[in-house]
C-alpha cells in the first residue's frame, strides 16, 4: 500500500484544513476521514459509514442528538467550496459547514452494532489516555466503559489540540 502525502492548503492548523486538503487531492468523489489519535476504531465502524454513501450525500457522519463525529465520516468533493469558504474565515469547526450541505446521520445505534462500548472514538490525547489504550491491549478481556470514552471526547472538545495538521495522508 503507498500513500501520497500533500500539504494543508489553508493556514489555519486544523482537522478541517486536513479534511479539505485529502478532499481536493484524492482522485475520487468522496473520502473517508479521521483523525489519527483514535487507535480503536474498527474496521467494521468504517464499512458502515462508507456504506451509508449515497447519491446526492454530501456527509456521511455517526451522530447522537446534536453531536457529530465528524472526524470519522465520509466527505463529498461536493463539500470543498464549503469548506473553503470556512476556513477562509478562520473557522475551524468540522462541522459547522453541515448546514449547508446534505448530511447524512449514522446512528449511534446502528454503530453499537459493532462497536458496543463506541470504543472506535476513543481519542488519545493523553498519557493518562494513552495508558487505558494499552490497557486494552493488555487486558484483552477488558474494554472502555461508555463513562471513560465520552469522558475523553469531552475533554478532547472542552480544549485545543496540540497535535499538528500540517499533512494529510491520502491512501
Not at 453541515?98 to 463506541?118: A, Q, T
Request: proline share 4%.
Amino acid at each position: 500500500m503507498s500513500f501520497q502525502i500533500v500539504e494543508d492548503v489553508f493556514a489555519v492548523r486544523s482537522p478541517l484544513s486536513g479534511i479539505h486538503a485529502a478532499l481536493v487531492n484524492v482522485k475520487s468523489e468522496y473520502a473517508f476521514c479521521t483523525s489519527c489519535d483514535v487507535p480503536l476504531l474498527k474496521r467494521g465502524v468504517v464499512r458502515i459509514v462508507v456504506e451509508g454513501i449515497e447519491s446526492g450525500t454530501d456527509v456521511v457522519v455517526p451522530s447522537f442528538g446534536t453531536y457529530y463525529q465528524p472526524l470519522c465520516a465520509v466527505y463529498s468533493k461536493r463539500c470543498i467550496p464549503f469548506i473553503e469558504e470556512q476556513l477562509a474565515f478562520g473557522e475551524p469547526k468540522v462541522d459547522d459547514f453541515y448546514e449547508s450541505v446534505r448530511v447524512k446521520r449514522v446512528s449511534y445505534e446502528r454503530i453499537k452494532s459493532i462497536d458496543p462500548n463506541l470504543a472506535s472514538f476513543f481519542n488519545v490525547n493523553t498519557k493518562k489516555d494513552l495508558e487505558r489504550v494499552e490497557r486494552i491491549y493488555d487486558e484483552s478481556d477488558q474494554l472502555l466503559s461508555t463513562e471513560e470514552i465520552h469522558h475523553g471526547k469531552v475533554e478532547k472538545s472542552e480544549r485545543k489540540m496540540e497535535l499538528s495538521r500540517e499533512s494529510s495522508w491520502i491512501g
